[in-house]
């Protein structure tokens, strides 16, 4: 039984191909290791980020590693596919031939076939998770982009945008469902785009409908949003369908007029602030995730006190940030210099998340006392639950820390949805105890 471990770089749509890729060889004929085994392994795959100039590093460093492993006789075949592999698919295989066959990103075919996998259609929907997995998951509805962000390396590494049909995703959350899945976390590259290439018009409002009538899906999760024509019936959906969390991460970037034009993000800072305000009418008690870019062409201190009083104002839930790093063959490489020292990028970088923090505390002391509804992802200790309510996705937010009476076993929670107490609060993390 020849044996097969994927070790998976970058963000959670690249995990979803690898669990689709897993899914559709046949489980008789594979030996599925876990990422971080050790030992031999007959197929060694590495699923790979090119993203931005971290991603691209971490990707080469793997694929050193992995040759080595293939060096010495640990790996019987090194398989390297995903981002990288697509954006430089010309150079990789002369500058590492220890690696057998490389393959892009845009279809998982020729990876499945390379490994005698199936071209069952009934597999397409299919996922392998692995056994301890959490009660939670990622459904990817399209893959690509049609968006022609300055800065954004994806559109030329993914292809155009492609919606995977409301059918294949119903039939996907079903099978999650079976394996005990209790929340979506629905992702793309620009989740507001979907179904405007099958239907003609945008449908995520009609996919979480659709989506939340799977029998166990208790949580759906929006993130990755787009600003511009943001679907009115999406936030109907977040205000009035209680299985829609009143969450939304919602990439913004910047609100100064001058950078938001040189990212192409084909909105200004008025209509920015605007509809912020107007996810805060429409969806009360919504929490709001963005992520900024400091230190962009075009962001002089102006720009950036600018982004801090919106920041200030807007007072975001939740919210991550990146200094500019620019990337080749994208249009903002092509037209506007870097001229920003990595030092003031960093400065800026500093002063932004600690006001973040400030706000994020702010917001976390504001619940200290609140009776929520919150589901169990796993155990820390043997008394400490670690729990998200319907404002915390998993791996990007903070966390609610469950303290268990003496005496409770605290596996039996795993998976499982309870009401707690908040005792604490962190800037990123809370206390809590079970309530009565």
């Not at 920003?340 to 619940?367: G, H, V, W």
């Amino acid at each position: 039984m020849p044996s097969v471990r994927v070790i998976t770089l970058g963000c959670s749509k690249n995990t979803v191909d690898t669990q689709h890729l897993l899914a559709r060889l046949p489980a008789p004929r594979f030996e599925i290791q876990k990422e971080d085994a050790e030992g031999p392994v007959d197929f060694l795959l590495v699923n790979t980020c090119g993203f931005i100039g971290d991603a691209k590093e971490e990707s080469v460093n793997t694929i050193l590693q992995a040759a080595r492993l293939r060096r010495e006789g640990l790996a019987g075949r090194l398989i390297v596919f995903g981002c990288l592999s697509q954006r430089y698919a010309s150079e990789l295989p002369g500058l590492i031939p220890e690696v057998d066959e490389w393959f892009g990103a845009r279809r998982l075919d020729p990876v499945v076939r390379a490994l005698g996998g199936s071209a069952d259609p009934a597999l397409q929907t299919k996922r392998f998770r692995g056994p301890d997995a959490p009660p939670y998951a990622s459904l990817k509805i399209s893959e690509g982009c049609n968006r022609r962000c300055a800065y954004c390396a994806i559109p030329a590494i993914r292809g155009r945008h492609r919606s995977v049909p409301m059918e294949d995703l119903v039939a996907e959350a079903r099978g999650l469902a079976a394996e005990g899945v209790k929340e979506l976390l629905i992702i793309a590259q620009d989740t507001t785009y979907y179904g405007l290439d099958l239907y003609g018009r945008r449908a995520l409002g009609e996919l979480l409908q659709r989506l939340s009538a799977v029998e166990g899906i208790e949580w759906l999760r929006i993130h990755y949003s787009y600003p511009q024509d943001f679907p009115e019936d999406v936030l109907e959906q977040m205000a009035h369908n209680p299985k829609v969390c009143r969450y939304l991460d919602i990439p913004l970037q910047h609100v100064a007029d001058p950078v938001l034009k040189k990212m192409n993000r084909h909105v200004d800072g008025a209509f920015t602030r605007a509809l912020v305000r107007r996810f805060r009418e429409e969806v009360p008690g919504v929490a709001l995730r963005t992520t900024l870019i400091v230190g962009h062409p075009g962001e002089g201190p102006e720009e950036f006190d600018e982004l801090l009083d919106f920041v200030r104002e807007a007072r975001f839930e939740r919210l991550g940030a990146f200094t500019y790093s620019e990337e080749e063959g994208t249009p903002g490489a092509a037209r506007y210099p870097d001229e920003i020292p990595q030092e003031e990028k960093r400065r800026r970088l500093d002063t932004l998340m600690q006001m973040q923090a400030d706000i994020s505390r702010s917001f976390n002391e504001s619940r200290v006392g609140d009776r929520v509804r919150v589901l169990c992802d796993g155990v820390l200790d043997g008394r400490t639950l670690v729990c998200r309510s319907e404002w915390e996705s998993p791996d990007v937010d903070g966390e609610i820390l469950v303290r268990l009476p003496d005496g409770t076993d605290p596996s039996v929670w795993k998976g499982r949805f309870l009401d707690v107490l908040v005792t604490e609060a962190g800037d990123y993390d809370l206390q809590a105890r079970l309530a009565e």
